[in-house]
């Protein structure tokens, strides 16, 4: 009982070492002696924790999401009007990655690394995090034949997922005010129910599952 705790504990600072050493050198540069240099555990020690590189990012992507879901359940109450719930999400996203800039930038750089069970696990986390937001969305939408709310939600996350590389906590507002502006920015044009609608381009192949923690 008493050792669940610690073990916790050491694996989040693990990981949140490791997601530095990912973010300053990238995922195919670092090395399992790089992450037992910063964190100070031996390679025994980490193997520990996980069997390999990869198994230690899915690691750090499972926390992120986990994290993001479960405050996002904990405080969006459906009695709320969707307006609110919106701002809710979109700020508690906001905090979360503005405090934890290397974790954004690791999500965004290395979306397309994790392979097998590691991925379809990590792509549900997204999908269910994707589909929060849209089910708001759809409850915004003011024309059910307007802005398709999964491209809304893509494009919104696109927005708040970019910060890392532009923000500046010395130049540019908080999470409450990136919220409002962000927000404006976006339902201002959602709102409008105009949407420019092209035929669409006939390519082969199967759909990609879209990421939305991927450079563009």
Known sequence: M????RYDEKLA???????????EKGYHRASIRDIA????????????????KEELLYLIQVHCFET????????????????????????????????????????????DILSGRYLREVGAMKRDYVDLL?????????DPNGADVRIAALSLFGMLN????????????????LTDQMLHIFLNGFRSGEVARTEP?????????PSIWRNP
């Open 2 to 5: 008493d050792e669940r705790p």
């Open 13 to 23: 600072q693990i990981l949140k070492e490791a997601t530095v050493v990912f973010a």
């Open 37 to 52: 240099s910063a964190t100070g555990v031996s390679l025994s020690g980490l193997y520990y924790y996980f069997n390999s």
């Open 68 to 111: 993001l879901l479960e405050r996002a359940r904990e405080q969006l109450d459906p009695e709320m009007p969707p307006e609110a719930r919106l701002r809710l999400l979109v700020r508690n996203h906001l905090r979360f990655f503005l405090s934890n800039m290397r974790e954004m930038k690791v999500l965004s750089h290395e979306a």
């Open 134 to 142: 849209a089910g708001i969305l759809e409850e915004l939408r003011p």
């Open 162 to 177: 970019w910060i890392y590389t532009w923000y500046r906590p010395d130049r540019d507002p908080g999470a409450e005010e």
């Open 201 to 209: 381009e006939m390519v082969g192949g199967e759909e990609d599952e």
